[in-house]
C-alpha cells in the first residue's frame, strides 16, 4: 500500500503556487491595472484591484490546481470493473476550518471596501444628493447633464455657463453633479475613475481630485435608447492657470447661451417623455 | 382505487383525420390565439382611439396591443382546453387531476397532466427558444466585428441585445426545472404525479405563448431597454415595448406557479421512508428555487402592470414629471431580479452535485453542508439587490450593507465548492460526458465567482458598473453555471427520457468545443470591460477592435458547438436510434432503477426508501479491498 | 421490468398498463395537503405582489417629487370605501364560520358560504362604482396612480378567490344530488371538498386582511 499522503502533496503544490504567483500577479499586473492613476480616486481603484486580484489568486489556484489534481490522480483504472470511490460523507474538521475561513475571508473584503469606500469620499461613484462623506476643503461643483444623447456641462460657480466638452482643473477637488433631463443615462469618465448615474429628477453627486493632466473618454454606460452607443465624448484636464483662462473664454463664447437656459438648479423637471409629445 | 382510468384509452382507429381536428388542440389554440388578438386589438382600438393624442400622430396603440396579447392569450389557453376545467368547477363537477388526452405522438401538441410529457415539452420548447436567444447573441457579435454600426442599424442592435438578455433570463429561469424537474421530481419523490398536473401543463404553455409574443417584438420595433427594462426609457420606447412587458409577466406567472407546485410536490408526496435528510441534493435545490420563483415572480409581475400602466393608462408610478421615480423601478425590477439570477444558478448547483457521486463512485460529501448552502443562498438573494445600483445614487448610505450581504452570500456558495471538491477527493472518477459538464461547471462558476468579488465591492464596481466586465462576470455565471449543467442534465438524464443514447465522440467534440470557446470567449471580455468598453454598444473604441474580433470569433465557435449538439441530437435520437442500456451510469438514484421508457404511472409499487441515493462506495476500513489508486 | 432494448417511437414511450397489474392508491391525505401546502405558498405569493405596491406607496410618497404626490384634492370616496372594505371583512367572516361549521360537521355551511360569495362580488362593485365617483384619475399625480393600480388589482384577485369560494359551494351542492363517482382519478372526489374549502377559507381570510392593509394605507394614512 505505498499511496502517496495526497493532502500533504496537495497542500505543497498549492501553498507553492500561491507564494510564487500571487506576488507576481501583484508585481505584474497590478500597474496596468484599470483604471490607471490620472485621479485620486482612480489610484484608489487600482490599489483596491490589486487588493482583490492579490486574494482571489490563492482561491483561483485553490480550486483549479484542486480540478486538475483529483482528475490525475483519482480516476477509475482504464479498462476491468468499476472500482468504488471510499464511502466518506464529511469531514467535520475540514468543513468547519472552510466555513471559518471562508467567512474570515469574505468580512475582511467587506470591511475593506466599505473602509475604501468612505476614506475615499465614494470612490469616484455617484453617491447620491446627500453623500456620506464629503472631503474637506474647497471644491469646484461642475453639473452633469445627461440627456438623449449628449452630456452637458455646467459650472454654477462661474454663471451657469453650459459647455459641451468637459475640462476640469488639476489638483482641485471637484464635486460632480449629475442629472439627467429624460431617461436614465450614466456618467463614465474611466481615466478618471469616476461613475455615476444620471437618474432624472435626482442630484447624484461624485467627488473626484485629478492629479494628472491630459485627456479622458467620457461614455454613457446605461443604456438610453438609439444612440446609448454612440453618447461619447472627450474631457481635459488642464491646469489651474489654463482652466481660469478657458473658462472666462467659455463664459464669454457661450454667453448668449447662457441667457436662455434655465437658472442653475440640481435638478430639472423634465419635459415629458411621450412618444410625438 | 386504481389508476387504469388515468391512462389514455385507444382512440378508434377508424376516426377520420378532419374529425380528430376539432376539439380542444394546439390547431384550435392558435386559431383561437389569432382570433382573440384580433378581437382584443379591434376592442383596444375602441376603448383608447380618441384618448390619446400622441396615438394618432404615431399610429402606436398600446392599450390596443396589450388588450390584444392578452385576449390571443386567453384564447390560445382556452383553445388548448385549459378552460374546461375551470367552467366544469364552477358548475359544480367533481374535482379531478388529469385530463382526457390524445394519445400517441399527440400527447406532446396539447394539454397533457403526464408530467414525463410536460417535461419533454419543456425541453423542446425552451431549447427552441434557447437557440433563437443564441441566434440572436451570434447577430450580436456579427456587429460587434465592427467598431462602428455595419451589420445592423443602432435600433436594431439594441433590440438584438434586448430580446437575447430576455429570451435568455426568462425562458432559462425554467431551463432545468420545466424539463428536468418537471419529469424527476416526483419520480425521485416516488410520487406519480405532480401535485397540481394541470397548473404543471400551464406554466409549460403559458412560457410558450410567451416566447411567441418576445418574438413578435419584431413586429413592433423592438425595444430599446435590454431586459432591465428601465424606466423612464420604457415609457419612452415604441410599442415593442409591450411585447416585453407581456413577455415577462406571463414569464413571472408561469415562474410563480411552476415553483408553488413544485414546493407543494416536494412537501406532500415523499414516498415512505424519504425524510428530508435522504431527498437527493437535485430536489433541495428545486426546492431552494422554486422558494424563490414563489416569491419573486409575483414582484416582477406587479412591476410590469405598473409599466404597462404608465404606458397606457398614464398612470405615473416611474415618470419623474408625473409624481414617479426611475430608482421606485430599479428598486421593484432587482427586488425580483437579484433572486432571480439565483433561480438560474441554484438548479445548477443541484445538478453537479447530483451528479458527482454518480460519477466519482463516491457518496455526497457534506450533504448537510451542501443544503445549507442552497437555503443560505435562498435566503440571503433577498437581502443584496441594491448591489445592482451601487452607482445610481440610490441611497448611497446603505452601501456598506449591500457590499455586506453581497458578499456574505459566497460564503453558502463557498459550501457548494466545498461539497464538490469533498466529492472528488479520492474518487473513482470516470469522465464521461455529463461528468466532464459537471467540472467544467467548478471551473467556470468560480471565475464567475472571483470576478463577483470585483462588481460587489463598491470601489472597484465604480469602474466595472455597466461594461463588458459585469456582462463577462454573469455569463459566467449564468452561461457558465446554468446552460453547461443543463448539458449535463441532457447528456446524464435525456437518454433515460426517450430510452436512446447520444453518440458519444459528438457529445465529447461538442463539450471541448463549447467548454474551450466559451472561456476563449468571455475571459477577454473582463479585459474589454476594464479597458472601457460599456456593455449593449454598438461603437466602440477602435483600440478594442482587436479583442472584440477574437471575441466575436471565438463566439461564433461557440456557436458552432451548439450546431454540434443539434446534429447529434438529430443522428442519435433520429436517424440512429441505438437502445439505452437500463442503467447506463450504474447510477443508485431511482429514476435509473424504474422501467425505460417510464410507465405511466412511475410506480407499480410506492417505493419505500431507506438511505438516500448516495450509497457509492466501499466502506473505508474494510482491510485489503481498497484498490491501488490508479496514478500511484 | 420493460426491456430496455425495444425501439422506442417518441409518441408510443408509455405503455399502458398491464392487464392484471393493480396499481395500489396513493395516500389519501395527499390531495388534501396539496391543497392546504397550495393556499399557502398562494398566500405567500399574493403578499409579495402586493408588497410591490405597498412599497411603491411609500417610496414615493417618502421622495415626493416636485410635490407631485398627491396635489389638489385628490380624496377617495371614504363612504364607498368603507362599505367596500367592509362586504370584504364580512365576507371572509363568513366564509371562516363556513369553514367552521363544515368542520363541526353541520351541512348548513354552503349557505354561509354562499353568502360569503355574494358580499365579496358585492365589494367588487361598490369599487367599480367608486371609480365613476371619484374625483381623480391615473393621470393624477403619483397617490392616484397607486391608488387606482392597487385598488383594481386587488379587484382581480377578490374576483379570482370568489369564484374559488363558489367552486366549493357548487360541487357540494351538486354531490348531494349526484353522488361524485368513486372511480375517477383521484378516488372519492368528494373527500377533496372538506380540505379545499379550508384552503379557500385561510386564502380568502389572508386576501381580506391585506384589503384591511390597502384600505387602512390608501384610505385612513
Redesign the interface.
Given at each position: 500500500m505505498s499511496e502517496p499522503n495526497h493532502a500533504r502533496r496537495f497542500a505543497l503544490i498549492w501553498g507553492i503556487a500561491s507564494v510564487v504567483a500571487t506576488p507576481l500577479v501583484i508585481v505584474l499586473l497590478g500597474p496596468i491595472l484599470p483604471p490607471g492613476k490620472s485621479t485620486e480616486q482612480a489610484a484608489g481603484q487600482v490599489t483596491d484591484n490589486t487588493v482583490l486580484l492579490g486574494m482571489a489568486t490563492p482561491v483561483l489556484l485553490l480550486v483549479v490546481l484542486y480540478l486538475a489534481y483529483s482528475s490525475i490522480y483519482f480516476r477509475q483504472p482504464k479498462g476491468g470493473a468499476v472500482l468504488e470511490g471510499p464511502a466518506v460523507r464529511g469531514d467535520a474538521r475540514v468543513q468547519t476550518t472552510w466555513i471559518i475561513v471562508t467567512t474570515a475571508l469574505v468580512l475582511s473584503l467587506a470591511a475593506y471596501g466599505t473602509a475604501r469606500l468612505l476614506s475615499d469620499n465614494g470612490a469616484g461613484s455617484g453617491s447620491g444628493p446627500t453623500p456620506l462623506t464629503v472631503p474637506k476643503g474647497p471644491k469646484l461643483p461642475v453639473q452633469v447633464i445627461g440627456q438623449q444623447w449628449a452630456f452637458t456641462y455646467r459650472y454654477p460657480t462661474y454663471g451657469g455657463v453650459e459647455v459641451p466638452h468637459l475640462v476640469l482643473p488639476e489638483g482641485k477637488m471637484i464635486e460632480l453633479h449629475v442629472t439627467s433631463l429624460d431617461v436614465i443615462h450614466s456618467f463614465w469618465a474611466r481615466q478618471l475613475g469616476v461613475k455615476a448615474d444620471a437618474n432624472p429628477q435626482v442630484d447624484n453627486i461624485a467627488f473626484v481630485e485629478p492629479t494628472k493632466v491630459g485627456a479622458f473618454e467620457v461614455r454613457c454606460s446605461e443604456l438610453c435608447g438609439l444612440w446609448h452607443g454612440e453618447m461619447f465624448d472627450h474631457g481635459r484636464v488642464v491646469t489651474q492657470a489654463e482652466f481660469a483662462t478657458w473658462i472666462q473664454q467659455a463664459q464669454v463664447a457661450y454667453a448668449p447661451a447662457t441667457k436662455a437656459l434655465p437658472p442653475y438648479s440640481t435638478t430639472y423637471l423634465p419635459e415629458p417623455t411621450r412618444r410625438g409629445g | 382505487?386504481?389508476?387504469?382510468?388515468?391512462?389514455p384509452t385507444p382512440q378508434p382507429t377508424g376516426r377520420p383525420l378532419w374529425r380528430r381536428l376539432i376539439g380542444f388542440n394546439l390547431l384550435t389554440a392558435v386559431a383561437l390565439g389569432v382570433g382573440g388578438y384580433y378581437l382584443g386589438w379591434f376592442i383596444g382600438h375602441q376603448i383608447s382611439a380618441k384618448s390619446l393624442a400622441?396615438q394618432e400622430?404615431?399610429s402606436?396603440n398600446d392599450v390596443a396591443l396589450l388588450v390584444a396579447y392578452l385576449f390571443g392569450v386567453v384564447g390560445f389557453l382556452i383553445g388548448l382546453g385549459f378552460a374546461n376545467y375551470?367552467v366544469s368547477?364552477?358548475?359544480?363537477?367533481?374535482?379531478?387531476?388529469?385530463e382526457k388526452e390524445e394519445e400517441?405522438?399527440?400527447?406532446?401538441f396539447g394539454l397533457c397532466t403526464?408530467h414525463?410529457v410536460v417535461g419533454m415539452q419543456y425541453l423542446i420548447g425552451i431549447g427552441l427558444f434557447f437557440f433563437i436567444g443564441g441566434v440572436n447573441a451570434m447577430l450580436i457579435r456579427t456587429e460587434l466585428l465592427h467598431s462602428t454600426?455595419t451589420f445592423v442599424g443602432?435600433?436594431q442592435?439594441?433590440s438584438l441585445?434586448g430580446m437575447h438578455g430576455t429570451m435568455m433570463m426568462g425562458m432559462m429561469t425554467s431551463g432545468i426545472l420545466g424539463p428536468f424537474a418537471n419529469y424527476f421530481v416526483p419520480i425521485m419523490l416516488g410520487?406519480?404525479r405532480m401535485?397540481?398536473p394541470r397548473i404543471e401543463a400551464l406554466t409549460f404553455w403559458l412560457l410558450m405563448a410567451a416566447g411567441f409574443i418576445l418574438t413578435s417584438t419584431i413586429f413592433f420595433g423592438g425595444f430599446?431597454?435590454?431586459w432591465?427594462g428601465?424606466?423612464?426609457?420604457n415609457?419612452?420606447?415604441?410599442m415593442g415595448m409591450d411585447s416585453y412587458i407581456i413577455f415577462f409577466a406571463l414569464v413571472g406567472i408561469s415562474m410563480?406557479l411552476l415553483?408553488?407546485n413544485m414546493?407543494?410536490?416536494i412537501?406532500?408526496?415523499r414516498a415512505p421512508g424519504l425524510t428530508w435528510s435522504r431527498l437527493p441534493i437535485f430536489v433541495w435545490s428545486v426546492l431552494a428555487t422554486a422558494v424563490l420563483m414563489?416569491?419573486?415572480?409575483?414582484?416582477l409581475?406587479?412591476?410590469l402592470?405598473?409599466a404597462a400602466?404608465?404606458r397606457t393608462?398614464?398612470?405615473?408610478?416611474f415618470?419623474?414629471?408625473?409624481?414617479?421615480?426611475?430608482?421606485?423601478f430599479e428598486?421593484?425590477f432587482w427586488?425580483f431580479g437579484h433572486p432571480e439570477v439565483y433561480i438560474l444558478a441554484l438548479p445548477g448547483f443541484g445538478i453537479v452535485l447530483e451528479l458527482l457521486p454518480v460519477f466519482?463512485?463516491?457518496?455526497?460529501?457534506?450533504?448537510?453542508?451542501a443544503v445549507s448552502g442552497m437555503l443560505g443562498v435562498t435566503l440571503l438573494s433577498f437581502f443584496v439587490w441594491q448591489h445592482h445600483?451601487?452607482?445610481?445614487?440610490?441611497?448611497?448610505?446603505l452601501?456598506?450593507f449591500y457590499?455586506?450581504s453581497t458578499?456574505?452570500i459566497?460564503?453558502p456558495t463557498?459550501?457548494i465548492?466545498?461539497c464538490a471538491?469533498?466529492t472528488?477527493?479520492?474518487?473513482?472518477?470516470?469522465?464521461s460526458v455529463p461528468m466532464l459538464f459537471c467540472?467544467a461547471w467548478?471551473?467556470n462558476f468560480?471565475?464567475g465567482g472571483?470576478s463577483g468579488?470585483?462588481v460587489?465591492?463598491?470601489?472597484?464596481?465604480?469602474?466595472t458598473?455597466?461594461?463588458f466586465f459585469t456582462m463577462a462576470h454573469f455569463h459566467y455565471t449564468i452561461m457558465g453555471g446554468l446552460i453547461f449543467t443543463f448539458f449535463a442534465a441532457i447528456y446524464y438524464w435525456v437518454p433515460k427520457m426517450?430510452?436512446?443514447r447520444f453518440n458519444e465522440r459528438l457529445a465529447k467534440l461538442h463539450f471541448w468545443l463549447m467548454f474551450i470557446a466559451f472561456n476563449s470567449t468571455f475571459l477577454p471580455l473582463f479585459a474589454i470591460g476594464?479597458?472601457?468598453q460599456?456593455?449593449?454598444?454598438?461603437?466602440?473604441?477602435p483600440n478594442l477592435h482587436a479583442l472584440n474580433t477574437w471575441v466575436s470569433i471565438s463566439a461564433f465557435v461557440l456557436g458552432l458547438s451548439m450546431l454540434i449538439f443539434i446534429a447529434n441530437t438529430v443522428y442519435s435520437m433520429i436517424f440512429v436510434?441505438l437502445?439505452?442500456?437500463?442503467n447506463p451510469w450504474?447510477s443508485k438514484s431511482i429514476e435509473w432503477q424504474i422501467?425505460?421508457?417510464?410507465?405511466?404511472?412511475n410506480f407499480?409499487?410506492?417505493p419505500v426508501f431507506d438511505s438516500d441515493p448516495?450509497d457509492?462506495?466501499?466502506?473505508?476500513h474494510v482491510g485489503g479491498t481498497?484498490?491501488?489508486?490508479?496514478?500511484? | 421490468m420493460a426491456s430496455p432494448s425495444e425501439g422506442l417511437p417518441l409518441g408510443r414511450t408509455v405503455p399502458p398498463v398491464p392487464a392484471g397489474v393493480e396499481i395500489p392508491p396513493e395516500p389519501p391525505d395527499v390531495g388534501a395537503r396539496a391543497l392546504s401546502v397550495a393556499s399557502r405558498l398562494l398566500a405567500g405569493a399574493t403578499t409579495f405582489f402586493f408588497l410591490a405596491f405597498i412599497f411603491a406607496y411609500f417610496y414615493l410618497r417618502s421622495i415626493n417629487v416636485e410635490h407631485l404626490w398627491r396635489h389638489g384634492h385628490i380624496d377617495p370616496n371614504q363612504a364607498l370605501g368603507g362599505a367596500m372594505i367592509g362586504c370584504v371583512v364580512l365576507s371572509a367572516i363568513l366564509a371562516i364560520v363556513s369553514g367552521r361549521q363544515m368542520k363541526a360537521g353541520s351541512r348548513s355551511w354552503p349557505a354561509p358560504a354562499a353568502g360569503a360569495v355574494v358580499l365579496g362580488l358585492a365589494a367588487v362593485a361598490l369599487q367599480c362604482i367608486e371609480y365613476t365617483r371619484q374625483h381623480f384619475g391615473p393621470t393624477d399625480g403619483a397617490y392616484a396612480s397607486v391608488f387606482c393600480a392597487w385598488t383594481a388589482l386587488y379587484l382581480i384577485a377578490v374576483l379570482g378567490t370568489m369564484y374559488w369560494l363558489e367552486t366549493q359551494v357548487a360541487t357540494e351542492l351538486r354531490a348531494r344530488r349526484e353522488p361524485a363517482p368513486t372511480s375517477g382519478d383521484i378516488g372519492r372526489a368528494d373527500e377533496l371538498i372538506a380540505p379545499a374549502l379550508d384552503a379557500t377559507v385561510f386564502y380568502w381570510a389572508f386576501l381580506a386582511a391585506i384589503g384591511v392593509v390597502t384600505y387602512v394605507v390608501l384610505y385612513l394614512l
Open positions: - | 382505487m386504481t389508476t387504469t382510468a388515468a391512462v400622441y400622430k404615431t402606436e375551470p368547477r364552477l358548475l359544480g363537477r367533481p374535482a379531478s387531476l388529469r400517441g405522438i399527440g400527447r406532446y403526464d414525463k454600426p443602432p435600433g442592435y439594441i441585445v410520487a406519480r401535485a397540481f430599446p431597454t435590454g432591465t428601465y424606466e423612464p426609457l415609457d419612452q420606447a415604441v410563480c415553483g408553488l414546493m407543494a410536490t412537501i406532500t408526496m414563489v416569491l419573486a415572480a409575483p414582484v409581475v406587479a412591476t402592470t405598473m400602466l404608465d393608462i398614464d398612470t405615473s408610478f415618470i419623474p414629471g408625473g409624481g414617479g421615480s426611475s430608482y421606485l428598486n421593484l427586488f466519482t463512485r463516491k457518496p455526497l460529501w457534506g450533504y448537510r453542508l445600483l451601487f452607482v445610481s445614487g440610490i441611497n448611497a448610505d452601501r456598506p457590499m455586506l458578499e456574505i459566497s460564503i463557498g459550501f465548492f466545498l471538491m469533498g472528488l477527493w479520492k474518487a473513482r472518477s470516470s469522465f467540472l467548478v471551473f468560480l471565475i472571483l468579488v470585483f460587489s465591492d463598491t470601489p472597484s464596481d465604480t469602474s458598473h455597466g461594461s426517450t430510452g436512446l476594464m479597458m472601457g460599456p456593455r449593449r454598444v454598438s461603437q466602440y473604441a436510434r437502445p439505452v442500456a437500463m450504474r422501467p425505460t421508457p417510464v410507465p405511466v404511472y407499480e409499487q410506492v448516495y457509492y462506495g466501499t466502506p473505508i481498497r484498490p491501488e489508486p490508479a496514478g500511484a | -
